[in-house]
């Protein structure tokens, strides 16, 4: 791997790392800010991923509709209190090509309750298109898709 591409995957892993880690410390108001103004986020289980349309279980389309699902967990919504653990691993880069990056993860999801019980919440990949917005780089789509529809309790926080 050449020093600009070993460059690349290092803030493409830093990237990830940092989507997981902001999930799992609660600071939703920060999510939106890891995609570019028109970036969209997507969870479809698997077994739609091939349907016309792949119809998501969870869907924004910009910032603004991010930051709108974060007020509405912190005001309005009800659902289960827990403590989120993200695992990402096997981040690849598929493709590159100007500045655009496909990428693909995998994922797995444990939550712990306010009980003190961990359970596996959710397992995927996530399959992310990265580029270069505002100087650094930020999602242009990133879509979690979940080996299972069968999700065990509202979805409510970002896989």
């Not at 989120?84 to 496909?102: T, Y």
């Not at 505002?134 to 970002?158: H, S, W, Y």
Request: proline share 4%; glycine share 4%; hydrophobic share 40%.
């Amino acid at each position: 791997m050449t020093g600009t591409a070993s460059q690349a995957y290092d803030a493409i892993r830093a990237l990830e790392y940092r989507y997981a880690r902001l999930l799992d410390e609660d600071r939703l108001e920060e999510w939106p800010n890891l995609f570019v103004e028109r970036g969209v986020y997507k969870v479809i289980p698997r077994e739609n991923l091939d349907r016309q349309p792949a119809l998501p279980i969870f869907f924004c389309d910009s910032q603004a509709m991010m930051m709108d699902r974060v007020k509405s967990l912190r005001e309005a919504n009800v659902y289960n209190l827990h403590y989120s653990r993200h695992v990402v691993s096997n981040i690849e880069i598929l493709s590159a090509r100007d500045g655009i990056f496909e990428v693909a993860a995998c994922y797995t999801v444990y939550q712990t309750d306010l009980e003190g019980q961990t359970r596996l919440f959710s397992v995927g990949q996530y399959r992310d298109v990265i580029a270069n917005g505002a100087g650094e780089l930020r999602f242009q789509e990133k879509i979690a898709v979940c080996d299972t529809f069968n999700i065990p309790n509202l979805l409510a926080i970002p896989l």
